[in-house]
């Protein structure tokens, strides 16, 4: 007997192209719950389209660091790539970041984060692996970064790299990638790169009955030619390249 199927998305990072395609897709299999994990709009796109589109649909949705940084406007989250998007939004688009929760209790002992539970900067699944790029966390690791819940499936983004790891104690965490960025570079908090080395934008599925998770990872093609050019025009060629690559280039 199944009992709920979620659709779980994150980092949309304002590529309206990527969250319509990925939009399309679940109205195509009837998904009609989705939650999305943080990272919404930053990025070298006219976030509008993607903050309206968001607004619109009123999914349950957690902040990520990048949202943050845009409503603070500064810190280390407010770069240029931040800045430029803070001058795209209206009053009501930041109204609706700034109004976003930290993390989401959905019920059903699962709980919503973009990060871990105690941070929207620290990566759940993945760490930096020393040599500038990411290895899997181990168990220990996971379990370490969640010793402020006791949810039985914790889904998380902020990593871009879609995982599924299943706890020895039961515990299910989840990342379904991103919708609109499969790659970057950033030095928090040691210079590493983050690839998916595909440019499709992904997001999961997630079906729970019986007791079981049971999670498809879905990944979808979209005209990421063209947002890549938007990003070139723009004036950063460097998310142009992870867009149409999935591969990173010094920031």
């Known amino acids: 007997m199944i009992d709920l199927v979620l659709g779980v998305i994150s980092d949309i990072h304002g ?15 009837g998904i009609d719950r989705v939650v999305n994990l943080g990272d919404c709009l930053y990025g070298p796109f006219d976030a509008r389209f993607v903050a309206e589109r968001l607004i619109d649909l009123g999914w349950p949705t957690v902040a990520g660091n990048e949202d943050r940084g845009l409503v603070e406007a500064q810190g280390p989250e407010f770069t240029a790539t931040a800045r430029f998007t803070h001058e795209q939004l209206f009053p009501s688009h930041m109204e609706w970041l700034t109004a976003l929760p930290s993390m989401l209790d959905l019920g059903q002992g ?6 871990t539970p105690r941070s929207d900067r620290e990566y759940l699944l993945h760490r930096p692996d020393g040599t500038g790029g990411m290895r899997e966390a181990t168990e220990e690791e996971i379990a370490a970064a969640l010793d402020r819940t006791d949810a039985w499936l914790t889904l998380c983004g902020h990593d871009h790299l879609p995982r599924v790891s ?5 515990r299910t ?6 919708v609109g960025c499969p790659a970057y570079s950033d030095d928090h908090p040691v210079p590493h790169a983050v690839e998916n080395g595909t440019p499709h ?5 997630v079906t729970l ?5 049971d999670v498809e990872p879905v990944a979808i093609a979209y005209d990421w030619d063209a947002a890549a050019a938007e990003a070139e025009s723009n004036g950063f060629p460097e998310w142009a390249t992870w867009i149409t690559t999935g591969c990173a280039v010094p920031a």
């Not at 299943?166 to 039961?170: A, H, I, K, P, Q």
């Not at 965490?173 to 991103?178: K, R």
């Not at 934008?201 to 599925?205: E, F, K, L």
Request: no cysteine; proline share 2%.
């Open 201 to 205: 934008a992904r997001y999961a599925i």
């Open 209 to 213: 009955g019986g007791g079981r998770v």
């Open 15 to 29: 590529n309206i192209r990527a969250l319509d395609a990925v939009i399309s897709d679940m109205e195509r299999r």
């Open 166 to 170: 299943r706890l020895n104690d039961g």
């Open 110 to 115: 699962i709980l919503a984060v973009h990060g």
């Open 173 to 178: 965490v989840l990342n379904p990638g991103s």
